[in-house]
Structures are given as structure tokens and as C-alpha cells.
DNA sequence: GTGTTACTTAAGCGAATGCTTAACCAACAA
DNA sequence: TTGTTGGTTAAGCATTCGCTTAAGTAACAC
């Protein structure tokens, strides 16, 4: 397994591409075959089943071969890991601002000190 | 402006590589200056002010210098709008997995039809 | 069988990334 | 004024990325 920043490298590099978060709103609607993914995009074929490694590499997508399509679904436990650490560190700085706000409302110095 | 998608790419990039998740980490509990952020990298200052060009550039953070120190502090509104952009993905997924389910609960035959 | 469809594999190429070192500059300190 | 501190700029370089075309292969349709 990989450790978590590792897979937190591989996840947000797969989002940050415009056509793979293209693919991953398709994918949120409900599973697709890779032709269905790679129908809205304009490049070849193998650069989509390029992005599609990519993905699935970075546990965003699950995929399986079912005869000779292959079917590619959603793994929103991933997504929930990126959404996390975002929230995680937005949380902090923002417990952080209000502490600040209590501090400078309470303080009788109207100039007041820097709490940091 | 940038448009939405452009602004996406920079910032899910810009959090893609480890050393400025770390310095975004760093700054989730209060600004900091160039150097602070450059001591626990095992890198050049030049590199850490490139990882710094490249989150500002993202709106992650926002910096000012004063005297001849630069302050760097982070900017929510733009990691919110990641983490939104995540959420809305991931819920859009979870209804439909519970929708799903609901048919099924409800379908009279056993087996169940695939309603996608 | 003979297609046609739905990918897959391989090789290559230009541009972007993540560093480096060397040299510079401007603020403050003695 | 002479250093030292805190950054900045510029150039170069190896690697990775996002794409391409060309040539497979394996499943299904007739």
C-alpha cells in the first residue's frame, strides 16, 4: 500500500487535469465504457486510456473488462480522502481567525497585540 | 479572471506535489515568512520561492512583503472552492448510489432489472 | 470464415516541472 | 561603511507529462 502522501500526490495530480475532471463528472452520473468517456473529448483514443491509468492509478476509478468493453466506475472513497484534507486544513486556519476575533473582542487594549 | 476550469487546474496542481502540501500545512496555523516555510524542505531557497510562485499563482496563498521579509498567508476562499468542487462530485455519486438502492428495496422482481 | 468494434501496446516528441548553482539586490545591524 | 540577512533573478538540466501515429489483439456480428 501506499503511504498517504504518496496518495494524496497521485490524486490531486489526477484532478488537476481538465479532460480527467471532465471524465470523473461523467463518472459521477453513473459508471461508462471508455469510448463513452472519451465521446466529449477531442484527442485520440489511447491519450484517454492514458488519463484513464492515470485515474485509476490514483484510486479515483475502478475499472473491469467485460467482454471488450471496459467499464469504469467512481470510487468516491478516494474523493472523500482528497475532499478531507482540503476541509482539514481550511478548518484550522479558520478555528484559527476566530480565536484571533474572541482575542481582539475581548481585549481592552484598543490597538491590541498580536496573539500568533 | 481566469475561468472556473483554469483556476481548478492550478490549484488541484498546486496541491499535487508533497513540499508545498507541507507548506500549506505549515501555513493552516498561521502566516509565515519565506524562510520559516523553507526550513523543514531539504531543498534551495530558489526552489521553495518556485513552489511559492506556483501556489500564489493558484490563489492558495496570498503574500506580502514587508521590510525584506516576505509574509505568506493562506487564502480559504480558494481551497474552498476545491473542496466544494470534490463535494459536489462525490455527493452526486452517493445520491445515486441510494436511488439505486431505493429501486431495489422496492423492485417486486428478485433478481432486479439494472434501472441505469 | 470475414469484417467491424472496442480497446491496447509501443514508440516518439515537444512542452512543462522540479530542481540546481551562480550572481544579484535591498534592508537592517554594527 | 561594511557585513549579514532574507530574498530574488537567471540560466541550465534531467525527468515527467500529454499528446501523437502506427500497429496490434480480442470479442462479437454476419
Known amino acids: 500500500m501506499l503511504n498517504q502522501q504518496a496518495s494524496l500526490d497521485l490524486m490531486f495530480q489526477a484532478l488537476a487535469d481538465p479532460s480527467r475532471r471532465m471524465m470523473v463528472e461523467r463518472l459521477s452520473q453513473g459508471p461508462a465504457s471508455v469510448s463513452e468517456l472519451a465521446k466529449p473529448l477531442d484527442m485520440s483514443l489511447p491519450a484517454v486510456v492514458q488519463h484513464l491509468q492515470v485515474l485509476e492509478a490514483s484510486g479515483l476509478i475502478r475499472t473491469e473488462k467485460v467482454g471488450r468493453v471496459r467499464s469504469c466506475t467512481l470510487d468516491t472513497g478516494a474523493l472523500q480522502r482528497a475532499e478531507q484534507w482540503i476541509h482539514e486544513r481550511r478548518a484550522l ?12 473582542a475581548l481585549s481592552e487594549d484598543p490597538k491590541g497585540h498580536d496573539p500568533t
Open 93 to 104: 486556519w479558520e478555528r484559527r481567525l476566530d480565536r484571533l476575533g474572541e482575542y481582539l
